[in-house]
């Protein structure tokens, strides 16, 4: 197993952006357990499996994005949010100037340090393990490049958040992850419940009339790993997207039974996918302050 440099993590804590290109070509050493990986720029695939190039243009418009939805909430400042624009710009000139080769390896790289991570166990921390079964491709790196990142970040709030942030800081931040996780388990209930509901009208009404009917299952998951969750706040995030797996499982009882195209399902996934983003943006960007902290002790 490898983890990217220390050196390289403290980059990544003051250049998000530069950090990108970094770690892809960086050497890479072990580290301690109380010492988490470094991550790639903020962000991450929200709709293909990451492992292609033609999102990337995407992936940027989705950092701006979030780093304008953080202003609003008043998490970050005038001048925050202008540098982080700077710093779209910057990578989205750096990647348009990368083959498409290279391009593959960036992302790739991310999602394996994202799995690094989850294979740390930290000294000293009460965990709840947890089996998590992602059926859908989509989730997979959604999972791996953003839950990681949050469940570490949230116990390293907890040990060094008022040091780092400071009180008034720290209770800005929690009341970011509190307002956005809970419109996220509203919206994801409600997206369940509905698609369970149509599902179960859908099917009834096809067997009245004596239609065939497919009950379609996922016999192979794009994920299935055992995790050690850090905290409360970890485990709800592993319910949003456990859950979202479900309501994904309806979608597709409604294609097979052409009930529902599959762009129209595509389009109901990439609206989670945006709704969750701003959230992992947030829990990344935090874990890199908290790890600056950590390492300072």
Not at 245 to 269: A, C, K, P, Y
Request: proline letters at 3%; aromatic letters at 8%.
């Amino acid at each position: 197993m490898t983890t990217i440099t220390e050196e390289a993590n403290l980059d990544a804590a003051s250049n998000p952006a530069a950090a990108e290109l970094t770690m892809s070509h960086t050497p890479t050493n072990g580290g301690n357990d109380g010492a988490a990986a470094g991550a790639p720029v903020e962000s991450g695939p929200t709709i293909s499996d990451g492992a292609d190039g033609g999102e990337i243009e995407l992936e940027l418009q989705q950092m701006e994005d979030a780093a304008n939805t953080l202003h609003r909430e008043g998490v970050i400042s005038d001048s925050e949010v202008d540098e982080k624009r700077e710093q779209v710009a910057r990578t989205r000139k750096m990647f348009r100037e990368l083959s498409p080769a290279e391009r593959a390896a960036i992302v790739q790289r991310r999602r394996e340090i994202g799995r690094e991570l989850m294979n740390r166990q930290l000294s000293g921390a009460a965990v709840v393990r947890a089996a998590v079964r992602l059926n859908h491709t989509r989730l997979k790196p959604l999972f791996e490049q953003w839950w990681p990142y949050l469940n570490r970040m949230s116990i390293n709030m907890q040990r060094f958040g008022r040091s780092t942030f400071g009180a008034e800081d720290q209770g800005t931040l929690t009341a970011f992850f509190e307002k956005h996780v809970g419109e996220l388990e509203a919206y994801v209930d409600e997206q369940l419940n509905v698609a369970e509901g149509f599902r179960v009208k859908t099917e009834a009404r096809l067997r009245e009339q004596g239609d065939i009917v497919f009950a379609p299952s996922v016999t192979k998951p794009s994920l299935a790993v055992e995790v050690e969750a850090y905290s409360r706040f970890s485990m709800r995030v592993l319910s949003l997207l456990t859950k979202f797996d479900h309501v994904m499982d309806h979608f597709d009882f409604l294609v097979w039974n052409g009930v529902r195209d599959q762009s129209d399902i595509d389009e109901e996934t990439s609206r989670f996918l945006r709704k969750f983003h701003p959230v992992g943006l947030r829990g990344y960007m935090t874990h890199l302050r908290l790890m600056t902290t950590v390492r300072g002790r």
